[in-house]
């Protein structure tokens, strides 16, 4: 079974709060992302990318299940449909150290739709219920679904309700919604981010027809005063694509969305704190690139932003010396 990686800068476990989360996102959230945002808020829930029941029961689950205990508050999301093999990935997600399970029942590219996994799911709520149900049925830890609020065909609020009744159900009482429908033919994964309209007033009809579910919104949301706005109505936001492109948006997440007295780490602090794992991960015969390619979106709003992201994204792969290079790009943050 697979151990997280220990740390030397957490003694107690962090609590988990759903008032903001930062999205699983494909190919963006792994577990070197997910190590810097939490350097840049203690409080913000993270999710791993999108992991299948295939790939932890059959591949390489150390692979997969590996992170580090600096990130808890972190959230497993799983892809399957079938109870008995998300069960088991559960139990194995808890064992490795997990707070959360989450099911994805909002992704709508065609390769996952083709094994049944993702928005697909919305068009078998008795399906989700019977997954949700064994996984809870499995696992001490919560077990929540991430879904849409319709797709194509199935975009009625009768049939979301039925939906969401359905897995409310077998016991998941935590849900977040995807505020757009998700079109399953025709459309790339990134056009059904960008095509669907976003739909809050759907989302917020959800949240007060079933007051007494937990409902996050998600979609679209790129501030903190967007995010204090709909927290007047949903119980937690969470943002995908703002928060990796604009990461250090997260420095503020803890004093204004929960009132912590953090100081606010400056954009030099919060890059150099990355300084020991990079070395850790170069030591372990790891490339500089994989942990700073997630790092590029800290050029925003500073003299020298476009060097900082050019000695990242193209000096990096010419360099001997990636410490160094690191330090000097550093240097270019000093005072911000």
């Known amino acids: 079974m697979p151990k997280p990686t220990p740390s030397s800068t957490q003694t107690t476990r962090p609590t988990l709060s759903r008032r903001f989360s930062v999205a699983p996102m494909m190919d963006w959230t792994d577990r070197h992302c997910r190590y810097f945002h939490r350097q840049l808020s203690q409080h913000a829930l993270l999710y791993t990318e999108m992991v299948t029941t295939g ?36 139990k194995m997600g808890q064992q490795a150290g997990y707070d ?5 029942v909002g992704c709508p590219s065609d390769r996952v739709q083709n094994n049944m996994i993702g928005a697909c799911l919305m068009g078998h709520p008795q399906l989700v219920a019977d997954c949700v149900k064994a996984m809870q049925d499995a696992v001490e830890i919560p077990v929540t679904v991430k879904h849409r609020i319709g797709i194509n065909g199935r975009d009625s609020y009768a049939e979301l309700c039925d939906f969401v009744g359905t897995v409310k159900e077998a016991g998941c009482t935590s849900f977040t919604v995807h505020a757009r429908i998700a079109i399953l033919e025709g459309l790339s994964p990134k056009e059904n981010r960008e095509i669907p309209p976003l ?4 989302a917020a009809r959800l949240k007060q027809d079933f007051p007494e579910l937990e409902l996050i919104l998600n979609g679209g949301i ?25 990461p250090y948006l997260l420095a503020f997440v803890d004093q204004q969305l929960f009132g912590s ?28 690139h994989h942990i700073t390619r997630h790092m590029l979106g800290m050029a925003q709003g500073f003299k020298g932003a ?16 990636p410490l160094t290079l690191f330090d000097q790009v550093g240097e270019l943050l000093q005072g911000h």
């Open 100 to 104: 959360e399970i989450n099911l994805n």
């Open 55 to 90: 790939a932890i029961l059959h591949g390489d689950a150390e692979r997969f299940l590996r992170h580090n205990t600096a990130e808890y508050p972190l959230a497993l999301q799983l892809g399957g449909s079938t109870p008995a093999d998300l069960a088991a990935s559960a």
């Open 261 to 288: 007295e953090r100081p606010v780490l400056s954009r030099f602090e919060a890059f150099n704190s990355m300084r020991d794992y990079i070395a850790a991960h170069i030591e372990d015969g790891g490339n500089m």
């Open 199 to 202: 739909r809050y007033d759907v």
């Open 222 to 246: 790129k501030t903190l005063a967007e995010c204090e706005q709909h927290l007047q109505v949903f119980d937690g936001v969470m943002l995908g694509r703002e928060a990796y492109q604009n």
């Open 306 to 321: 476009r060097k900082f992201r050019q000695m990242l994204s193209v000096d990096i792969h010419k360099t001997d010396k």
